[in-house]
């Protein structure tokens, strides 16, 4: 059973596209993170959310508290952004993580 | 700030032997934190602190030992390894036990642990 479902797996776009990739959770949260993984294996927070919509550069962050979803949206992508994007729920003290989003882009 | 510091970076062990990863973080944070990540599963929580003298168990506590005796520090232990503890372990940790603005989830730069 799994807390929190990403989609997609993978992902290969041209740079400049828009991005989208879907977070969904079952449990009830305080919080729900995204995290960027690069290629060497770190990891890096990218945005905390627990309401509505955060910017940061290129990257937008939503969420959906009633629909237990988020999207994280990476515009004009560039061959940097490739990476594994992670979501992450907070419940209590307890981090449940999707499986991650593979994101590949050409240049 | 050197963040969260993970070590050691590689770690070959034997069936049955044990061994401490160490974490350290010089933020004063409160809440640490220790994840396994295998492949097609994403990161699991092992177990986690809230602060010095306070620990609790994940997701997947079994075969892992952790003590909280100060704020920086907050060593995993494995007292006999098995096969099925290769992983890599992050370790990471926040501000507070609570929902802060601006709050991030810093982590370490991991360690890759063979059990053979």
């Known amino acids: 059973k799994n807390e929190v479902e990403q989609s997609p797996q993978n992902l290969t776009a041209q740079e400049g596209e828009f991005i989208t990739i879907n977070c969904s959770y079952s449990?009830?949260?305080?919080?729900l993170h995204w995290l960027q993984q690069h290629p060497g294996g770190g990891i890096v927070s990218l945005f905390m959310?627990?309401?509505g919509k955060k910017k940061h550069g290129r990257l937008i962050a939503t969420i959906n508290i009633q629909e237990k979803h988020s999207s994280l949206h990476i515009t004009a992508s560039h061959p940097r952004d490739s990476a594994v994007y992670i979501c992450?729920?907070?419940?209590?003290?307890?981090?449940?993580f999707g499986t991650g989003t593979s994101l590949t882009v050409i240049p | 700030n050197a963040g969260v510091t993970q070590t050691p970076k590689f770690q070959v062990l034997k069936t049955g032997q044990s061994m401490t990863l160490q974490c350290a973080q010089d933020?004063?944070?409160?809440?640490m934190s220790w994840y396994r990540q295998d492949p097609g599963m994403g990161l699991r929580l092992i177990h986690y602190?809230?602060?010095?003298?306070?620990?609790d168990q994940g997701e997947v506590p079994n075969g892992y030992n952790v003590s909280r005796s100060t704020t920086e520090d907050f060593p995993l232990r494995l007292l006999s390894a098995a096969p099925s503890q290769t992983s890599v372990y992050f370790c990471?940790?926040?501000?507070?036990?609570?929902?802060?603005?601006?709050?991030?989830?810093?982590f370490g730069s991991g360690t890759q642990l063979s059990v053979l």
């Open positions: 990471a940790s926040k501000t507070g036990t609570g929902v802060s603005v601006g709050e991030k989830l810093f």
């Open positions: 449990v009830g949260i305080s919080a």
């Open positions: 959310l627990s309401s």
């Open positions: 992450a729920v907070i419940t209590g003290n307890q981090f449940y």
């Open positions: 933020m004063n944070h409160e809440y």
């Open positions: 602190s809230v602060g010095a003298g306070i620990t």
